[in-house]
């Protein structure tokens, strides 16, 4: 071969292998760019699963048979489906599904996200004799209406049996029934949150001071049991009595003063004190999740958080 066709040859050679790929046309199959890490927040999942406290107790479940065994007045029905991130559940239950795969089956222990809380309180309790009550009461108009079953009208007289008073109508002002208490200097009452009577010892146009008369060991009940009411010229000692085990509704404020029954159970009692705790809450005890993923349609709604948090794996597997 000539040595110019040799060289031609070569430069053939150079150039095809060094010119750019053919496109692939758009049907042709092309391996995803971006691999899932599995369940993200804002993703919509459909799960089956029971939420457990450490005995094995469930409390929570959408499982008819374990609902029944534990004896769960309510319980879902179906697969749970819902937004991660927004389940409505416990703190940690969103996170412990975070990375989660359709068929696998998980098991976490999420901790507690409050402490337990456990008040010690004295069993005696000191209040004045003497009480000072201002005489005008208002009422939002809508609620005079249906409390005493009349339309305010300056002049009239009202009464309701939850009242220790009649009340006169003075004026009516911005949606509000500006009232007044009727009463007598000497004459008793029941005063609201007591239960003996109050006798009327000073009275002005403005308030009414009441001498709280309770019969001297009178027992009375109160939101933490039964208690025992003793006098001296001047204050009322009020001596609890709470039973060991009694349980008993007590509101807590909560964020923004808004005040949230609960309940609590009296755990401890000492001769000056007693101890109470708050029970029939999740929130401050340890809990097991055990969920199997039925589904997962991602990126459903935008999910903003920064309180996710890792949790601990107690054991999980993963079907094939």
């Known amino acids: 071969m000539k040595k110019a066709a040799i060289v031609a040859l070569l430069l053939a050679l150079l150039i095809a292998c060094t010119s750019a790929p053919p496109k692939k046309h758009l049907n042709e199959t092309q391996a995803p760019q971006n691999v899932s890490l599995g369940a993200e927040l804002g993703d919509l999942l459909s799960i089956n699963f029971a939420l457990s406290l450490e005995n094995g107790t469930v409390v929570r479940t959408n499982n008819e048979t374990l609902a029944k065994e534990n004896n769960l007045a309510t319980y879902l029905t179906g697969p749970f489906t819902f937004i991660l991130g927004q389940s409505g559940e416990v703190i940690g239950f969103d996170s412990a599904l975070l990375g989660a795969h359709v068929g696998e089956h998980k098991e976490i222990l999420i901790p ?24 005008f009461q208002s009422f939002p108009e809508q609620l005079f209406k249906k409390t005493f079953g009349k ?22 002002t911005d949606g509000y029934v500006i009232t007044k208490m009727i009463l007598n200097m000497g004459e008793s009452y029941v005063l609201t949150e007591t239960q003996w009577k109050s006798k009327v010892i000073n009275l002005t146009e403005d308030s009414a001071i009441f001498f709280q008369n309770p019969q001297q060991n ?10 025992r009411v003793t006098t001296n010229s001047s204050k009322l000692i009020i001596r609890y009595e709470p039973e060991l085990g009694f ?28 101890t109470i705790k708050r029970i029939g809450i999740l929130t401050d005890k340890r809990l097991i999740l055990q969920a199997d993923i039925l589904d997962i349609t991602k990126n459903v709604k935008e999910v903003k958080s920064d309180t996710v948090k890792p949790l601990i794996k107690v054991k999980g597997q993963q079907s094939n």
């Open 151 to 172: 339309n305010p009208t300056p002049g009239i007289t009202v009464y309701n049996d939850t009242f220790a008073f009649k009340y006169k109508v003075i004026n009516i």
């Open 112 to 135: 507690p996200s409050e402490k337990e809380l456990i008040l010690s309180t004295s069993r005696t309790k000191t209040i004045p004799r003497l009480i000072e009550v201002n005489r």
């Open 247 to 274: 349980t008993f509704n007590k509101s807590m404020t909560v964020a923004q003063g808004f005040d949230v029954k609960q309940q609590f159970q009296v755990i401890d009692v000492k001769p000056e004190t007693f």
């Open 218 to 227: 009178q027992t009375i009940t109160t939101p933490l049991g039964p208690a």
